[in-house]
């Protein structure tokens, strides 16, 4: 085996000027870490945390009458049955538009997209119905209806809703 060759003296140079970097880099990080030290969170201010997150859960919960949007989220008869009709009403259109495109009405509702959950189609040769429900509401639209006399005035039902 032979012995490695000794560095020349310009990169004995290199060697200490990288071994002096490291050095001033941790002694750097050492003061630093001696001027703000880390900071634990306390246990005091983990309950305190935790105790906020149970009180604002409760209050979303219970929605006590002096929760300003408490009554907003109340379904009342005529907001459910208002949706119903706009969700009936736009299953209506697609199937309207379904027929144009294709000539035909469709065999099932998935054939104009994606359904609106709980309503139901019913293909009875060249006419159909649509049979709903939303909460306490159960409405059927047929298609030898007005549907803009179905739909009504639904949409002012829920403009004013949150009034």
Same mark, same amino acid.
């Given at each position: 085996?032979?012995n490695?060759?000794?560095? #020349?003296?310009?990169?004995r140079?290199?060697?200490?000027?990288?071994?002096?970097? +490291?050095?001033?880099?941790?002694? /750097?990080?050492?003061?630093e870490?001696?001027?703000?030290?880390?900071?634990?969170?306390?246990?005091?201010?983990?309950?305190? +945390?935790? +105790?906020?997150?149970?009180?604002?859960?409760?209050?979303?919960?219970?929605?006590?009458?002096?929760?300003?949007?408490?009554?907003?989220?109340?379904?009342?008869?005529?907001?459910?049955?208002?949706? +119903? /009709?706009?969700?009936?009403?736009?299953?209506?259109?697609?199937?309207?538009?379904? /027929? /144009?495109?294709?000539g035909a009405?469709?065999?099932?509702?998935?054939?104009?997209?994606?359904?609106?959950?709980?309503?139901?189609?019913?293909?009875?040769?060249? %006419?159909?119905?649509?049979r709903?429900?939303?909460?306490?509401?159960?409405? #059927?639209?047929?298609?030898?209806?007005s549907?803009r006399?179905?739909?009504?005035? %639904?949409?002012?039902?829920?403009?004013?809703?949150?009034?």
């Amino acid at each position: 085996m032979s012995n490695p060759v000794p560095p #020349t003296p310009e990169k004995r140079a290199l060697i200490d000027a990288y071994d002096q970097a +490291l050095k001033s880099a941790a002694e /750097r990080r050492a003061e630093e870490a001696a001027i703000r030290p880390h900071r634990r969170v306390r246990p005091f201010a983990w309950l305190l +945390l935790a +105790l906020a997150v149970v009180v604002i859960g409760a209050i979303a919960v219970v929605q006590p009458p002096w929760v300003p949007w408490a009554d907003r989220f109340d379904a009342k008869p005529e907001v459910e049955d208002a949706s +119903l /009709r706009l969700a009936i009403g736009l299953e209506a259109q697609r199937i309207v538009r379904f /027929r /144009r495109v294709h000539g035909a009405l469709p065999e099932r509702i998935e054939e104009t997209g994606v359904p609106i959950p709980g309503i139901e189609y019913v293909k009875n040769g060249d %006419s159909y119905l649509l049979r709903g429900t939303h909460g306490a509401a159960a409405l #059927t639209y047929r298609s030898t209806d007005s549907l803009r006399a179905f739909v009504g005035h %639904s949409y002012d039902v829920l403009l004013r809703r949150g009034k």
